[in-house]
């Protein structure tokens, strides 16, 4: 079936270029031609007025498992909240019914779609009952996951004081199907294992063909013990045992680390939001963008943010333009670059979803331009990064099909 759908405005391509009076035919689940002026015929028509379309968000970087745990220990520092095995979240996942966290994954869900999200990307605890509880999420919920995986193996302070020791062969085999059930593995840092265990992570992913990601160079506490223990920072830990293909946050990141991950073409995810809300810094988004460096956006835990991508967008654009170093910020449309296209060259998806091109999925969002907060703005690509908030998104589609649709829209 065919349809079509036009719109005043749509967003196209990898450059994010705006096209007036454009229409959109969608060939089952993909994009079979973009244009503006005269519209070819389809089974089904979709006229929007006073409206944009622009590609599906892709959140590349989310903890929807602690969705239950929203606000708790505002304030509190990263180690205090995080850390394996004793962090806040960790006792309270350990003692939280699975029945709430299963139904407050379940309300991030829908919150993502409903500001527009159509991909993310989570790294979820609890290895493989962890990964089961965001499966079931899943089912019925047209959105698509990647989903990260953490093997349950725990080192004694001196073991990783001393970088000495191996995951054991029980734990071993329950990360290899955990690895077979999910798209990738994620230990949380570094800094919780060995060089040892990073290597043994690295090559059971690698023979199941499945990403490796990790989160580092977050604050400077976890940068300095990694040097004291090691003789190495937590990126090129992260890049030298566990051959990362993705790395999260970089907010403290040298420049002979980001050498390396220029050198290495490891994508980077980076979370501003989560670092404020952590009293940290934000982290060298214009730099590494510089760099050529591929950068996505995410939204990170939910105990500390909503997993909302226009506020982690418009968040971004504001911040940056403060911190901006000469004349050089995040330009609103680089923003939506790294909530889209970058987001999806960081999962390896950008030849299927990430931008309005010909032969990729119809996951599109439809923001109403009507709306009282959108209403006359002169530049719509600025506004989606500046003001437009979740109540403006009318209709959100993945490979084709209706994912949400507001009252506004029905
Ligand atoms: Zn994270």
């Known amino acids: 079936m065919k ?44 006229q929007f007025e006073e409206s944009m379309i622009m590609p599906g968000l892709i959140n590349a970087h989310t903890h929807i ?8 220990g505002f304030g509190k520092n990263l180690i205090e909240l995080f850390q ?27 919150d993502m779609l409903s500001s527009g999200t159509t991909t993310f990307a989570d790294f979820r605890e609890g290895a493989i009952d962890g990964a089961r509880i965001l499966l079931e999420a899943l089912r019925n919920k047209k959105i698509r996951a990647f989903i990260f995986g953490r093997s349950e193996y725990t080192f004694s302070k001196e073991q990783l004081e001393e970088n000495r020791g191996e995951i054991e062969q029980e734990s071993l085999d329950a990360l290899e199907g955990l690895i077979a059930a999910t798209d990738g593995v994620a230990p949380s840092s570094p800094n919780d294992a060995t060089d040892q265990a990073l290597r043994q992570v690295a090559k059971m992913a690698k023979v199941q063909a499945k990403l490796r990601a990790t989160h580092a160079a977050e604050n400077p506490d976890s940068e300095r013990i990694s040097k004291e223990r090691t003789g190495l ?17 970089l907010t403290y990141a040298s420049p002979k680390d980001l050498d390396l991950v220029e050198e290495h073409n490891i994508r980077v995810v980076c979370c501003p939001r989560t670092n404020a809300t952590l009293g940290l810094r934000l982290p060298p988004i214009q730099e590494m963008i510089d760099r050529g460096i591929v950068v996505g956006l995410g939204t990170d835990n939910v105990m500390l943010n909503s997993p909302n991508m226009l506020e982690e967008m418009k968040f971004t654009t504001k911040a940056y333009r403060i911190e901006k170093i000469a004349s050089r910020y995040l330009k609103p449309r680089e923003v939506l670059m790294t909530a889209t296209i970058s987001g999806a060259r960081v999962l390896g998806i950008d030849h299927e979803t990430g931008s309005i091109e010909e032969g990729k999925h119809a996951d599109l969002v439809v923001l109403d331009l009507a ?23 009318c209709l959100v589609m993945l490979k084709g099909e209706i994912a949400y649709q507001s009252h506004m829209a029905s």
């Open 3 to 46: 349809t079509l759908i036009e719109a005043p405005f749509l967003v196209t391509g990898d450059q994010m270029d705006l096209i007036k009076n454009g229409y959109i035919l969608i060939d089952d689940q993909r994009i079979a031609e973009i244009g503006s002026g005269e519209a070819p015929d389809a089974d089904r028509r979709i």
């Open 65 to 72: 498992g602690d969705s239950a745990f929203k606000d708790v």
């Open 84 to 110: 394996p095995p004793n962090g806040l979240k960790h006792q309270l996942l350990k003692t939280t019914e699975r029945q709430t966290i299963l139904e407050a994954i379940e309300n991030s869900l829908l």
């Open 233 to 249: 920072s937590e990126v090129e830990r992260a890049i030298e045992h566990l051959e990362a293909d993705i790395l999260v946050h």
């Open 371 to 393: 709306s009282r907060n959108l209403k006359h703005t002169k530049d719509p690509l600025t506004a989606v990064t500046h003001r437009a908030q979740s109540d403006n998104v």
